[in-house]
């Protein structure tokens, strides 16, 4: 049987995150659809100090597109306490 990229054999699983990256580059998210090595870097792997987390090499990473990064939320307004209590 050929490895296919479900082979635990091509199957890389990070140490820090437990995301697990196929073969041929596919990202396999806890929820949702399956993405891309720069989508996880937006989201998770920029934001890691961590040196055990096996998706920092820019040449694997790719370009990073606006539809990587989640969407900016809003801004949340806060208003004094109205009911007087302390």
Do not use: H, W
Not at 31 to 53: E, I, K, N, S, W
Not at 63 to 68: A, F, G, I, S
């Amino acid at each position: 049987m050929p490895l296919g990229s479900s082979d635990p054999a091509t199957l890389q699983v990070c140490p820090v995150c437990k995301v697990s990256i196929t073969a041929d580059n596919q990202v396999q998210f806890s929820m949702g659809q399956p993405g891309t090595r720069a989508r996880l870097y937006a989201r998770v792997c920029q934001f890691t100090q961590d040196p055990a987390c096996i998706n920092q090499d820019p040449e694997l990473i790719g370009e990073l597109t606006q539809n990587d990064r989640y969407e900016p939320g809003q801004d949340i307004v806060l208003t004094p306490d109205s009911s007087g209590g302390s």
